[in-house]
């Protein structure tokens, strides 16, 4: 349990998608964006 809604602000988890990153040999990473506060929802690719 974070004691203020600030120590969880930058600290997204990510979540490895094994099957993607299997079939593609690339390590595929995505971010639990439901994990956050103000649950923001981006799309980005990098």
């Given at each position: 349990?974070?004691a203020?809604?600030?120590?969880v ?5 990510l979540i490895?998608?094994?099957?993607a990153?299997?079939?593609?040999g ?7 964006e439901?994990?956050n506060?103000?649950q923001s929802v981006?799309d980005?690719?990098?």
């Amino acid at each position: 349990m974070a004691a203020s809604v600030l120590d969880v602000i930058g600290n997204t988890p990510l979540i490895r998608l094994r099957r993607a990153s299997e079939e593609t040999g690339c390590e595929i990473l995505g971010k639990a964006e439901f994990m956050n506060p103000g649950q923001s929802v981006k799309d980005r690719a990098g």
